[in-house]
């Protein structure tokens, strides 16, 4: 992972931002998103996050601290116990009340039900839940972590249509209006093209671009990731893909 470092401080710095990580089965994507989180220790290389001007080397920084700097979401999650949605979202603020909620605490866990239309679901247990409605709270627990770095490794898994974009929407509108940079695994590089505002291509291990939609996701660059060819059109500024026949 020789460019991790370049990848996060010399691009998420700037701005708060949704960035898409694409890229084909194999390359590296959740690999990344495990060092990143420090939930593999990294053979070389630093892993560092900006917060307030200050740089954050993971190597050393406090469990606690970690926890309220990046947030993530795996690509394969497992959610065990008898636990109520409100409940789980409670548990996304760990970091904060340390098991002892506050007022605050139960105002974000709110404000984030309404965010994610959960409000049918609060009470009810997980594991009456079908898979895209788990997805979806999974996903609400992660953004109740509220820190500045969410990393969500195809996180549209299982999500019908509505809720796909409909996800795509408020991680956008969070990250625009509250400074959070998101970083998103996507295979669906239409979803990639119409909502990131940089795109990131990972290739065998190695990051192989970096760049606004329409920069990164041509013809060109589809064939060398996936081997396939695709025509791409524009549509209000932004690439979308469809198979060439
Ligand atoms: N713990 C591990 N030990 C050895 N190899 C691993 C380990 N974890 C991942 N790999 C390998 O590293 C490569 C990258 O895996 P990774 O899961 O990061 O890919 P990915 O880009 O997320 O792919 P996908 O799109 O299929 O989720 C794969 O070849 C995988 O088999
Ligand atoms: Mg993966």
Excluded: W
Excluded at 72 to 97: A, I, K, S, T
Excluded at 191 to 203: G, H, I, R, S
């Amino acid at each position: 992972m020789a460019n991790s470092k370049f990848f996060i401080t010399s691009r998420c710095r700037t701005s708060a931002q949704v960035i898409a990580l694409i890229g084909p089965n194999g390359a590296g994507k959740s690999t990344l998103f495990s060092v990143m989180a420090r939930l593999q220790p990294l053979q070389s290389g630093q892993v560092s996050f900006a917060v307030d001007n200050e740089e954050r080397d993971i190597a050393s920084c406090h469990a606690r601290t970690l926890s309220k700097t990046v947030a993530m979401l795996g690509q394969d999650n497992h959610v065990q116990g008898r636990l109520r949605v409100h409940e789980l979202l409670m548990f996304g603020r760990y970091p904060y009340h340390q098991g002892q909620p506050t007022a605050d605490d139960q105002q974000k866990v709110q404000e984030i039900i309404e965010r994610f239309e959960l409000a049918p679901l609060a009470e009810r247990f997980l594991s009456t839940l079908s898979g895209g409605q788990r997805q979806r709270v999974l996903i609400a627990m992660i953004v109740c972590q509220d820190t500045p770095y969410l990393l969500l490794d195809e996180p549209l898994n299982n999500l019908d249509m509505y809720h796909a974009g409909r996800l795509m929407r408020e991680l956008r509108e969070l990250s625009h209006s509250q400074q959070k940079t998101v970083v998103i695994v996507l295979h669906d590089i239409n979803q990639a093209a119409q909502f990131a505002d940089t795109v990131v291509t990972m290739k065998e291990g190695q990051v192989m671009a970096v760049g606004q939609p329409a920069e990164v996701i041509t013809q060109t660059t589809m064939k060398d990731l996936y081997n396939v060819d695709v025509t791409v059109l524009n549509h209000q500024s932004r690439p979308v893909i469809v198979d060439s026949l």
